[in-house]
């Protein structure tokens, strides 16, 4: 589904050198694979995301879907990212809705889906909610139905349960994989935390320290679907966290430039 080559990613920066954040970085995801990236602040998990989703072009090397380079963001990418807030003026059910009616979903067509959408991802009564009255992790659920909305091929998560406490971040975790199960679309998902990246993953992208590089792929053989009060006793699930940790641990010498 997606195939990164020999992708490496070098900012202009205010300091006196450019940054390199990113170096010779080749990934293959399949499609109807969920893959997380894990690494160290500032190794460019984010930058690799914002290449996948178009809105960043690689200094050097390339980004494909589907065989087709990646020139610019796309319906088939949808992004579930922080900075991609909702629409503050439009109710749970007007952002939901925008998706399809942008793409020319008739209203009554649109808003079904939407509302089937938005029960999926447990807010069935709050359509008319503003974001102002919601969560944080209401706002996250409605950022993901949003997406799912216009049916993208493939998922980009940017930390999207990172500002959630502990109990809310497992709630949409279980609901997350369960959506996923059902509709098993490809996901990339960026994540600080190991136990999060084992638990939803099929394959753990572990980077190095700036600048980015890939470390290791671990492939997550666990069975599916997976629940989560089970995965927590199983010594195969606590070996990938305690080996991935230690591969984070691992990650070599700081090697920011200033
Ligand atoms: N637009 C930009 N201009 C200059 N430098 C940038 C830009 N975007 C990112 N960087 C630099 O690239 C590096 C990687 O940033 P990125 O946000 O991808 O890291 P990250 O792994 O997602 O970090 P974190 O885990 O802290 O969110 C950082 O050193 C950052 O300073």
Partial sequence: MIEIDRVSQVFRTSGRQDHLALSEISLTVEDGAFVSILGPSGCGKSTLLYIVGGFVSPTLGSARMRGKAITGPGPDRGPVFQEFALFPWKSVLGNVMYGPRQQGVKPAEAEAQSRALIEMVGLKGFEHFYPKELSGGM?????????????????LMDEPFGALDAHTRTRLQNDLLNIWERDRKTVLFVTHSVEEAVFLSDKV????????R?????????????????????????????????????????????
Wanted: charged share 35%; hydrophobic share 40%; glycine share 2%.
């Fill in 139 to 155: 706002k996250q659920r409605v950022a993901l139905a949003r997406t799912l909305a216009y049916h993208p091929a493939v998922l």
């Fill in 205 to 212: 992208v572990v980077m190095t320290r700036s600048p980015g």
């Fill in 214 to 258: 890939i470390k290791e792929v671990v492939d997550i053989d666990l069975p599916r679907p997976r629940r989560r009060a089970e995965l927590l006793l199983d010594p195969h699930y606590q070996k990938y966290v305690v080996d991935i940790e230690r591969m984070i641990d691992d990650t070599g010498e700081d090697e920011v430039h200033p």
